[in-house]
């Protein structure tokens, strides 16, 4: 049996982009600019990801808590990243222990996006 078959890879790359959203930009290739938009799982409490760029770690993790959700996320020096997460308009959403800036927030539905550039992100929803 080979190991490197591509059913073995499938699960790892929809791990990485479905449950903790680390996806390239097809206009930005290397990674300068990607995008994170992770999809929690009712099924699991938490889902943590690590990927290691030409920029350096790129990290997003997520975790249920009684309110809501948890995220943390890193984003390595010299690039950013497009952020979109479901939410819905009216609920609180704390970033860094700020609440958000509502003029950084694209809404599209009840999906939402803001850029974020270099450094460490927690932010977290209560629905």
């Given amino acids: ?65 009684k309110t809501g959700y948890r995220y943390s996320f890193r984003i390595p020096p010299n690039s950013f990243a497009t952020l979109s997460l479901s939410h819905k308009k009216g609920e609180q959403l704390i970033i860094n222990g700020v609440p958000a800036d509502a003029t950084r927030l694209k809404w599209n539905g009840n999906i939402l996006s803001m850029d974020l550039g270099s450094g460490e992100y927690v932010i977290t929803t209560n629905q």
């Fill in 1 to 65: 049996n080979s190991f490197n078959h591509y059913a073995y890879g499938a699960i790892g790359e929809w791990m990485y982009r479905r449950m903790a959203g680390i996806d390239t930009d097809p206009a930005s290739p290397g990674y300068k600019h990607f995008r994170l938009a992770p999809v929690p799982s009712t099924r699991i409490d938490s889902s943590n990801a690590v990927y290691e760029s030409p920029y350096g770690k790129i990290q997003s993790s997520w975790k249920k808590e």
